[in-house]
């Protein structure tokens, strides 16, 4: 065998009585998961800042309508609402994906931990 093969496999798992086979993992199958890893790592970034992002155009909205010099104040205020609430719908659902991506990451991260580990 490759020197630079990671030679560990899997613990043989027994579950109501059936048996899994082991497999053996190589320094390409620890590659892989870190690039997913990293991947998923990133796409949390994102959520997080598009998150922020919204946030900020939330805040601008709400503020403007209650600005004692905005000329269109009234008549505004029920449109500045109803646009509000969906942004505040898609914040929760960019929270929520994110909190997804973090326990995916925290999955990989066992997966990988699984993988390298010595026999």
């Known amino acids: ?6 030679q560990t496999e899997t613990a043989v ?19 892989a998961v870190q690039r997913y ?4 790592n990133e796409v949390i ?3 997080a800042t598009n998150a922020d992002v919204i946030t900020a155009l939330r805040k601008y909205y ?9 000329p269109l ?3 505004t205020q029920d449109a500045v609402l109803s646009f509000s609430t969906q942004l505040n719908y898609m914040i929760y ?3 929520m994906q994110t909190s997804r991506a973090k326990l995916l990451v ?3 991260e066992d997966r990988k931990s699984i993988v390298s580990s010595d026999p």
Do not use: C, P, W
């Not at 065998?1 to 990671?6: A, K, N, P, Q």
């Not at 059936?18 to 320094?27: L, T, W």
């Not at 709400?62 to 905005?70: A, I, R, Y």
């Open 1 to 6: 065998m490759v020197t630079s093969e990671i």
């Open 106 to 108: 925290k999955i990989t």
């Open 62 to 70: 709400e503020d403007l309508v209650t600005h004692k010099d905005f």
């Open 13 to 31: 798992i027994e579950s109501r009585g059936k048996q899994y086979a082991r497999r053996e993992y190589n320094s390409d199958d620890l590659l």
């Open 37 to 40: 890893e990293d991947k998923i």
């Open 73 to 75: 104040k009234k008549g």
């Open 45 to 47: 970034m994102i959520l």
């Open 93 to 95: 659902d960019l929270n």
